[in-house]
């Protein structure tokens, strides 16, 4: 729980590496700091700060703007429900109390063992699928009670090996070899990307 | 008219402005106001508060547009009233009003908020909103001075910017989103910015105040007057006092000078002047109040009259060439003319300093082209700095300074042994070796040079060599640190005056040190920038005594003093013991010499030593003028009475030359004027009425008759062993000055002093961040707390300036190019 391991700061380096402007990799460092820990700690906004050199505390005005960034701990698996209009009329508000039931906590909370974080959420935009929630942010659609006890006893068993721990966006991670980094550069010095010419430019 | 300017119509009136100008200050120019909250003249346009809506028509019909988003152009039309704009506005506030609460009873800001005037003016009289407001706590402090109410913010951005884009110093910030979204610090890390209290002052709403003013008046019961801060910039204030104590100083917008801003250091200052520890009486050593105590060691209250009998026959007793006056860059210029006639032209002694031996000497400060804020400042410019941190020393030039380059494409050289607070913005920063800023001077300017010089390479050289070319240069010349002989600078100053059309401003420390010496208060000089000699037959009329051999500078008298050859010491405002390079000696002097009066605000160490002490009035107490760097000369007024029987520094001295049997002639400040007008070369345009009439003052343009006298070309001196570092000594914005010490709210920033070293020597030393260390130079040595700093280049170390903890002085040596110093860890040596 803290700032970014040894490991984490190497690969940060890679990533800061990939923009002309260190600042642009704040968004993926915060990522990668949702991965290390779970959520994303007071430590890692400062070392992250340090690394692209901004203040702390405008790490912490980007990183409070988004929802999937969380300050505090959460548990290993965030269970979004879906509460949108479609899903309301499916049965979301049951399901939620189902939810909050079964694993004992009420929206927003975690159970004790730190496996299962349970939240409404508005639309995420699977109308054609209601009810439906994510788990760490992998789809289950059509969610009936039962499917939710089964879904969590697969979890629980450890069936779901495909939904990473909370914090992992991709199981593959991208990597871009250091000769095609963008390395520093001055905005004044910026030039058309190759990629824009290659596709033909609209201007 | 020209083709830069456009014609545009506003409300019916035909009006023009010039193109690029935003709709909301074209029409304020045009005598038409515009509500707003988030647009401030001096930051960018960011559109956030939406008040400033109004129906704008370019030939597409009438839309509703922010009028501070857009710039005027040809043929536009903007209504401010019709019902559209008057809709829209009422409905801008109706939701700015939906989370404010309506506490305006207990709010600070009651009664000057624009937030509480524009909702009567513009706004609906009824709220609709009969929901729960928003809550959160209750002020939280985002730093020591300044408390936030969140409750009450309307989010304009006016701080968040003020912090990002004018200061340098992002530390406040939007978090959060939606409703939810506020201004507030990362946990643990306060708003640490010297400019803090400006935020207060441009916040349209109660939710930024400010702990020392925080419930002691309401805006109704105050009464304010335009001042000028005699500080080096003249910073331009507004004083503002009820029951006679002065609870506010506000920066004044001023084209020139500050736009409006202050540094912490000065906004909050004013505690100081109200402190109970001023001086309230004159005070003597022994027998005050008739109750003779001949041995006594205690300064007790005296009458004036006792006071100044007492000094005047110590002043008569001896001869002119054994009295001498040390400081007075205090005083107001008019004080400054009293005094230096007082003592050159009356008591007939050239022995006058207002200079401590510790900044560029005076013909560095009157003999170099001399720029103003706005020339050094101007877009496409090249700015050199050279020897300073103008955000230590000087905030609000580092305001102007930072805003040349990130808005208006100036570009910065520095030439400073390390970072400094402008070096994130600076194209090119070379790091010279401490004494060596002349040789890396010379070798910019030369045509090729190959190698390293003074610690910089080659194509750093070849780089800011470039970038010299691309504008008028204005060097910014300063002597920040002491450890470095002042040839140093000099010798640079000297290169740069080969440059075509180059200008100088010189960064000085100390307030009116300008006015000084233009008031002649130097060995040597006269009024109005002339020498001694040169200015025999101007003066010779009205100032009897005139000496005819330039007299001893401040570092000379206190020598003088200690050695016994010296039978009066005046301090004006000066405070050797903790001022002067070399404290033994200002001590000695102190002990030794038999009579030392002192006119002063406070009983600082030098003043407990001496024997007759004038309680003065400060700058709230007494009307007159300042000359800032520029030599800008601009109004001080006063607004409140001094302490106690204190009286101005010009009537102490019309005063003390009564009682040495003449009459000065001086009684208000316009005297003087009229008596040095026609008699100074430069002050010919000056006077009373002209200082009183433009915010920006008089600016002396002529240039005396003051030669700059280049040193020899200083002599360059690697380290003397693989283990020896090299000293630099920092001033900085909070420190041991009289004025932060008696500011409650400032006193706690000046902290201990800290010795800051590079990673790579740091390691070498092998201590603990924050450990003391033993700082070993020729002269001496201290104990101070070592910090890792990867600002500071390797082989250097910096020492804190006049903190507590480790007196700099003690490492220093006047005669030094460069002083080279040991470290060692209290363990063992490194």
């Given amino acids: 729980m803290a700032r970014l391991n040894a490991d984490n700061e190497r690969i940060a380096h890679e990533i800061i590496g990939r923009y002309p402007r260190k600042k642009s990799a704040l968004i993926p460092l915060l990522h990668l700091a949702q991965e290390q820990d779970g959520w994303v700690t007071d430590e890692a906004m400062s070392h992250i700060a340090d690394l692209v050199e901004v203040t702390p505390a405008e790490v912490l005005g980007t990183c409070s703007f988004y929802e999937m960034f969380k300050r505090h701990p959460v548990g290993d698996y965030h269970v979004n429900i879906c509460h949108g209009i479609a899903c309301h009329l499916l049965g979301a508000d049951e399901l939620i109390h189902h939810a909050e039931e079964t694993l004992g906590v009420k929206g927003g909370g975690t159970t004790d063992d730190g496996r299962f974080t349970v939240e409404g959420v508005e639309c995420i935009a699977a109308c054609t699928e209601a009810p439906c929630l994510q788990v760490n942010y992998r789809f289950a659609n059509k969610v009936t009670t039962q499917d939710f006890d089964a879904l969590i006893a697969d979890i629980r068993s450890g069936a779901r090996s495909d939904i990473p721990p909370h914090g992992t966006l991709a199981k593959t991670r991208q990597s871009i070899p250091e000769e095609r980094a963008a390395g520093p550069a001055l905005v004044e010095d910026a030039q058309e990307p190759a990629w824009l010419s290659r596709n033909g430019s609209d201007q | ?186 946990p643990d890390e306060p708003f640490a910015s010297y400019f803090s209290g400006n935020v207060v002052q441009i916040c349209p709403v109660g939710a930024l105040t400010a702990k020392p003013y925080r419930f002691k008046a309401r805006p109704w019961d105050l009464a304010e007057v335009d001042s000028t801060y005699p500080n080096a910039m003249g910073d331009r204030i507004n004083v503002q006092s009820s029951r006679d104590q002065v609870l506010r100083f506000q920066g004044v917008d001023s084209d020139a000078v500050n736009w409006g801003w202050l540094a912490d250091k000065e906004r909050f200052s004013f505690e100081a002047l109200q402190s109970d520890n001023r001086i309230g009486s004159p005070l003597m050593r022994g027998g005050g109040l008739n109750k003779a105590d001949a041995d006594g060691d205690e300064l007790v209250a005296a009458s004036w009259s006792q006071a100044l009998g007492s000094a005047a026959k110590a002043i008569a007793d001896t001869t002119p060439d054994k009295v001498g006056f040390v400081g007075g860059a205090r005083l107001s210029n008019e004080a400054q003319y009293a005094w230096t006639k007082l003592a050159k032209g009356l008591v007939g002694t050239d022995n006058v300093d207002a200079q401590l031996g510790d900044e560029l000497p005076p013909h560095a400060l009157l003999g170099l082209p001399r720029a103003t804020v706005a020339e050094a400042c101007q877009p496409g410019g090249v700015i050199v700095l050279i020897g300073c941190d103008p955000k230590e020393t000087l905030g609000t030039l580092y305001i102007r300074l930072r805003h040349a380059v990130v808005e208006d494409g100036a570009k910065l050289i520095e030439i400073t042994p390390t970072d400094t607070g402008l070096t994130n913005v600076a194209s090119a920063s070379l790091r010279a070796r401490p004494g060596e800023a002349g040789t890396v001077a010379r070798a910019l300017l030369a045509e090729t040079v190959s190698g390293h010089i003074g610690g910089v390479d080659e194509d750093a050289l070849a780089t800011a060599r470039d970038l010299l070319g691309s504008g008028p240069v204005t060097v910014v010349l300063g002597r920040g640190s002491l450890s470095e002989s002042v040839d140093s600078v000099l010798e640079a100053a000297d290169a740069f005056l080969d ?111 001496a024997h007759v002490v004038f309680p003065a009035a400060a700058f709230t107490e007494s009307s007159g003028s300042h000359t800032n ?63 009183e009439a433009d915010v920006d003052g008089v600016l002396i343009t002529a240039t005396g008759r003051v030669a700059f006298a280049p040193p020899d070309q200083a002599v360059s001196r690697e380290p003397v062993n693989a283990y020896a570092l090299r000293l630099v000594t920092a001033r900085r914005m909070f420190d041991n000055g009289t004025m932060v010490q008696q500011s409650p709210h400032l006193a706690g920033f000046a902290g201990q002093a800290s010795l800051r070293v590079n990673p790579y020597d740091f390691n070498r030393v092998g201590v603990a961040d924050g450990e003391e260390v033993r700082v070993s130079a020729p002269k001496g040595s201290v104990n101070v707390a070592a910090r890792v700093d990867p600002g500071v280049p390797k082989g250097i170390v910096v020492l804190d300036y006049n903190r507590s903890g480790a007196d700099a002085r003690v490492l220093l040596d006047p005669g030094a190019t460069s002083i080279d110093i040991r470290l060692e860890s209290k363990g063992g040596k490194a």
């Fill in chain 2, 629 to 691: 760097l520029e030599g800008r000369i601009t109004a001080i007024r006063q607004k409140v009475t001094p302490p106690g029987t204190a009286r101005s520094d010009l009537v102490i001295a019309a005063e003390l030359a009564r009682r040495l049997g003449h009459d000065l002639g001086l009684e208000t400040p316009s005297d003087v004027w009229e008596e040095l007008g026609p008699r100074s070369a430069v002050h010919g345009d000056v006077s009373s009425a002209a200082i």
């Fill in chain 2, 499 to 609: 440059v075509d059309g180059v200008r100088f401003l010189q960064a000085i420390g100390r307030g009116n040190t300008m006015g000084a010496l233009d008031m002649g208060m130097s060995p040597g000089l006269l009024p109005g920038r002339t020498s001694l000699a040169a200015g025999q037959d101007a003066f010779s009329d009205l100032w009897p005594q005139l000496p005819n051999s330039d007299g001893m500078n401040t570092a000379a008298m206190l020598e003088a003093g200690a050695a016994g050859n010296l039978d009066v010491l005046v301090l004006l405002g000066a405070d050797p013991i903790n001022d002067a390079l070399d404290p033994a000696v200002a001590a000695k002097a102190l002990a030794t010499v038999p009579t030392v009066i002192a006119v002063d605000l406070f009983v600082n160490d030098s003043v407990s030593k």
């Fill in chain 2, 1 to 186: 008219m020209s083709d830069d300017m456009v014609t545009f119509n506003v409300d019916g009136n035909e009006v023009s402005a010039p193109a690029g100008k935003l709709v909301i200050e074209a029409c304020e120019d045009a005598g038409v106001y515009i509500p707003r909250f988030c647009h401030h003249e001096r930051m960018n346009p960011v559109g956030m508060c939406r008040m400033c809506i109004v129906e704008v028509d370019t030939g597409r019909g009438p839309a509703l547009q922010p009028s501070c988003m857009l710039t005027v152009s040809d043929g536009m039309i903007v209504d401010t009233q019709s019902d559209v704009t008057k809709k829209a506005q009422d409905g801008v506030l109706e939701f700015l009003l939906v989370n404010h609460p309506l506490d305006c009873p207990v709010c600070d800001k009651g009664g000057e908020c624009p937030l509480q005037d524009q909702t009567m003016a513009y706004g609906p009289g009824e709220s609709r909103f009969v929901e729960e407001k928003r809550h959160y706590e209750k002020p939280i402090p985002v730093n020591d001075n300044v408390y936030l109410d969140r409750e009450r913010c309307i989010l304009c951005d006016r701080c968040t910017r003020f912090a990002d884009e004018v200061v340098g110093d992002p530390l406040i910030h939007f978090m959060d989103r939606g409703n939810q979204t506020q201004v507030n610090t990362f």
